[in-house]
């Protein structure tokens, strides 16, 4: 089992920035494909970054690509979002996941292991 646990959401203004934090325990020495997603209200999940189990690549979806980076710290079994250049359209519950095996999807059925979510708000 992996537990994954969201934190860095929060109430943020029209343009300003937030960096959410995901940390990933459960099978050591094992590392996973990680994304993200969002979840707004009354809409569907959909995807937002995720970084390869290996060689570094990162996907993104087409309306954060420029504002949105992911990172990953594989020693600290952590990923990271920095949120830049956020809009009230960025409002959403934003969901840590884990993938075992193969290398970034944008399908959340894809992933195997969820987190809670955490909220991200932005204000006009």
């Known amino acids: 089992q992996v537990q994954l646990v969201e934190s860095g959401g929060g109430l943020v203004q029209a343009g300003g920035s937030l960096r959410l934090s995901c940390a990933a325990s459960?099978?050591?020495?094992?590392?996973?494909?990680m994304g993200w997603f969002r979840e707004a209200p009354g809409k569907e999940r959909e995807f937002v970054a995720a970084?390869?189990?290996?060689?570094?690549?990162?996907s993104y979806a087409d309306s954060v690509k420029g504002r949105f980076t992911i990172s990953r710290d594989d020693a600290k079994s952590a990923v990271y979002l920095q949120m830049d250049s956020l809009g009230p359209e960025d409002t959403a519950v934003y969901y840590c996941?884990?993938?075992?095996?193969?290398?970034?999807?944008?399908?959340?059925?894809?992933?195997?292991?969820w987190g809670r979510g955490t909220q991200v708000t932005v204000s006009s």
């Open positions: 459960g099978r050591a020495g094992r590392t996973y494909t």
């Open positions: 996941a884990a993938k075992l095996f193969g290398s970034a999807s944008m399908d959340a059925p894809a992933y195997q292991y």
């Open positions: 970084a390869n189990q290996v060689g570094g690549g990162t």
